[in-house]
């Protein structure tokens, strides 16, 4: 019914059951009939496919409330993901302060995005509540600083980094 509807609207002819259905006309249609949404002083257009299940989610609304360049984020995520390929084997190969320090910052950004990202999926304000949301956070956010500083301690007071991975990788 509702893509009956979508197609008397949109002024889009259905094809006869016998003949195959374009795709490409379909999807001409289904972007000419758009749903846009207030939020605050900024508008959000979405197509019509795709509106009702952005809706049930909250974080979506709060992803362009905050103003935040999610892309921009994801990307950085990925070069230190891919920078932690490179940085295990030079510290276990050439185990300095400086690489030992790159390596040390390197994991606990992408241990603590990983639980950030977690916390966002699973500690939904609607769901969980303000205060257990923000703990959360803070629990993130502390987990974090006290894993780099004890990185920083087995770089500059032990014997480094790598000389730990290859000490645990000899148990």
């Known amino acids: 019914m509702l893509s009956l509807k979508l197609f008397r609207q949109t002024k889009c002819s259905m094809f006869a059951a016998q003949r195959p259905i374009s795709f490409n006309a379909l999807s001409k249609c289904v972007n000419r009939f ?9 508008t959000l257009t979405k197509p019509l496919l795709t509106a009702p299940m952005i809706a049930r989610f909250t974080g979506s609304a709060a992803a362009v409330k905050t103003g935040k360049n999610y892309a921009s984020i994801w990307r950085t995520e990925r070069i230190v993901s891919i920078a932690l390929m490179g940085l ?11 690489v030992d320090t790159l390596l040390a910052a390197s994991i606990s950004l992408h241990v ?3 639980l950030e990202a977690l916390v966002v999926d699973y500690l939904r304000v609607p769901v969980v509540g303000q205060l257990a949301n923000k703990a959360g956070h803070v629990a993130v956010a502390l987990l974090a600083i006290v894993t780099l ?8 007071v032990g014997d480094g980094l790598g000389n730990a991975i290859v000490q645990l990788s000899k148990l």
Do not use: M
């Not at 500083?149 to 500059?156: I, M, N, R």
């Open 149 to 156: 500083a004890g990185f920083l301690q087995v770089t500059f």
């Open 112 to 114: 603590y995005w990983g």
């Open 34 to 42: 758009n749903v846009t949404s207030h939020l605050g002083n900024k």
């Open 88 to 98: 295990f084997p030079a510290s276990v190969l050439y185990s300095s302060q400086i």
